[in-house]
């Protein structure tokens, strides 16, 4: 076994883990539901009060380490930036746009704010 294969097996267990979580979530949504629940749902992934302490803060800051990572890279004739770059852009979309997006839909859902 390669050096690099125990730690691919860390990270597919840790990312079905995320992806059994994510399902728990969704299952809980998938009854009936206030908008005053709902809100405070979309909050645990982006609220704006806490833009990293979040889901999509937490994504954000693994995708900035992997853009780090990406960066240090060696590759085959081509420059590691170029990726570190496109990694960087979409740790920032989640952020400036998806959070965003989810700050005007809890803020319309319930208007308070606040965590319950």
């Known amino acids: 076994m390669t050096p690099a294969r125990p730690r691919l097996e860390r990270v597919r267990a840790s990312a079905g883990i995320v992806k ?48 780090r990572a990406a960066a240090l890279t060696p590759l085959d004739g081509e420059e590691p930036e170029s990726a570190a770059c496109a990694i960087d852009e979409a ?9 965003m997006h989810l700050h005007l839909a809890t803020s319309t859902l319930h208007p308070q704010g606040e965590r319950s």
């Open 91 to 99: 740790a920032a979309f989640l952020l400036d746009s998806a959070g």
């Open 20 to 67: 059994l979580a994510v399902q728990q979530i969704e299952d809980e949504l998938g009854g009936p539901i206030d908008a005053e629940f709902l809100a405070d749902t979309l909050r645990e992934l982006f609220d704006e009060a806490d833009t990293k302490g979040g889901v999509l803060g937490s994504l954000n800051q693994l995708l900035t380490m992997a853009s």
